[in-house]
């Protein structure tokens, strides 16, 4: 009896393991930079290409000089997938909502807060899914410090959002977000 319980407990635990579903994405670093994310449940990887690196994280100086705005952005070169998010005014480590309706940074000067997935339809043209009233998200910023020295900069965040297509009207959703610069 002891010995079938020996077997039923690695057996057990074995089954338990494989249907537990992994939601965590694979992290891409590239330098100082590190992104995570799943569209619609698959992992999102940036691999950047000739004419774009992978992942991109800077602060852009507002209208007014005392503002900073937080740009991200990571580069897939199939399809030319890319995800942006946009913080106009980021103050600091804080919860941000994606919740207005705009095509967003660089489409616009200092959009209000956005999420943004763009995707080649293999056609020649782009599909833009934007953040919006209805298809929202957040940004959650855990750690901020601006020096003057850009390198030295530090941000890091989790992210999620569903953003609707400007095209034909469908929604994207990208979740499990994490990017960090140090």
Same mark, same amino acid.
């Given at each position: ?62 209208? /007014?000089?005392?503002?900073? @705005? &937080?740009? *991200? ?9 890319? #995800? %942006?998010? !946009? ?34 339809? /293999?056609?020649?043209?782009? @599909? &833009?899914? *934007? ?9 959650? #910023? %855990?750690? !901020? ?38």
């Amino acid at each position: 009896k002891s010995f079938k319980l020996i077997l039923f407990i690695p057996l057990f635990v074995l089954f338990i393991q494989s249907s537990c579903k992994k939601d965590t994405p694979k992290i891409t670093t590239y330098g100082a930079y590190k992104f995570a994310a799943k569209v619609n449940g698959q992992d999102f990887i940036p691999d950047g290409g000739i004419l774009a690196t992978p992942i991109d994280i800077f602060f852009v100086q507002g209208s /007014n000089p005392l503002n900073t @705005n &937080l740009y *991200v952005v990571a580069y897939k070169v199939e399809n030319h997938e890319r #995800i %942006s998010l !946009y913080i106009k005014n980021i103050i600091g480590p804080s919860h941000y909502s994606l919740n207005t309706y705009t095509p967003g940074y660089p489409y616009q000067s200092e959009p209000p807060h956005c999420g943004m997935y763009n995707k080649d339809n /293999n056609k020649g043209s782009s @599909n &833009l899914w *934007v953040t919006n009233s209805i298809d929202t998200g957040y940004v959650d #910023i %855990s750690e !901020y410090k601006l020096t003057n020295d850009v390198q030295n900069n530090v941000v890091k965040g989790t992210f999620y959002f569903k953003a609707k297509s400007l095209i034909d009207g469908t929604v994207v959703e990208i979740s499990n977000g994490y990017f960090s610069k140090n």
